[in-house]
């Protein structure tokens, strides 16, 4: 057989040329990906967030500033109430955007809750302590209950939902006497049926057989605007406080797994239903990455078992 070397150079070339393409290929989609991750956590932290997908209503003004949520609603045509979940953002009560729970949102809607993700100061913007935070989450779950006629929700099948500070917020809603904004119509309850909490600080005060004295340091009136055990979820839990259930991470240096397990026992204790979800060696935050899907699993059980969300 007569050989060629260019026919065996030809092969060469394209072998090479397939190579070089799949890899182009493979190279693209990895930027690509890296690229849009890199744009969902810019998003997340941008302020104020475009949510195109959303319906946008002011809650609540307080001089000039408007504080919105953004309203995920069904895509089916249901003409019966729905159950609805707000979701309030972390940042320590100093920063942070509503879009950090634009993905649970998005998935809660999709199995028929109205699911709302709500902006409130901060002192970052609004040299606002945390004592207001909680006033304005109070009034955001009273606006959804006053309003629940004409967003088509069923006032006693609303959730609090959120992370970390947005997590103590939504704990607030559901424990705390009192911190109620100014000018509210009190009459109206601001306190959710149900609360879904991502690594929530939740004991802000010292509270028996926990040591807290590293996370508690700078637990006091002038960080909080109030007295720290007016404003600690665990000191207020009693019995009927609404179903609860809390994922958190086991090796969480910012706020402590152990106080999550006491407001869990307290919980329990007072006859209330607590789910405490611990996952190992996880740090703050877990849940906002790697560990989305499997809580967003974990609360759609929760929900479903509760009513609020129908089998799948």
Known sequence: M???????MEIHMRNTFKIFTNFSIVAFFLIFNR????QNKAVNKTYPPMIEDAKVEVYRKVGDTELKVWIFEPKDKNPKPRAAIVFFFGGGWTS????????????????????????????SRNMVKPVECVGDAKACVRWIRSNANRLGVD????????????????????????????????????????????????????????????????????????????????????????PTIIFHGKADATVPYASAQKFSNLMKNAGNRCE???????????????KMRETLDQTDAFLVSLGYLPKK
């Open 96 to 123: 942070g955007s509503p879009a950090q729970f634009v993905p649970q949102c998005r998935h809660l809607a999709e199995r028929g809750m109205i699911a709302i993700v709500a902006d409130y100061r901060v002192a």
């Open 2 to 8: 007569t050989f060629f070397p260019w026919r065996s």
């Open 155 to 242: 006032p006693e099948r609303i959730a609090a939902g959120g992370g970390s500070a947005g997590g103590h917020l939504a704990a607030a809603t559901g424990t705390l006497p009192g911190l109620e904004a100014r000018d509210e119509n009190t009459k109206v309850s601001s306190a959710p049926n149900a609360m879904v909490l991502f690594n929530p600080a939740l004991v802000l005060a010292p509270i028996p057989d926990v040591n807290l004295d590293g996370f508690l340091s700078n637990s006091n009136a002038a960080r909080f605007g109030c007295k720290p055990e007016e404003i600690s979820p665990a000191h207020h839990v009693k019995k009927g406080t609404p």
């Open 35 to 38: 690229d849009a991750l890199a």
């Open 276 to 290: 405490l979800i611990g996952y190992e060696g996880e740090g703050h935050g877990f849940f906002n990455t790697r």
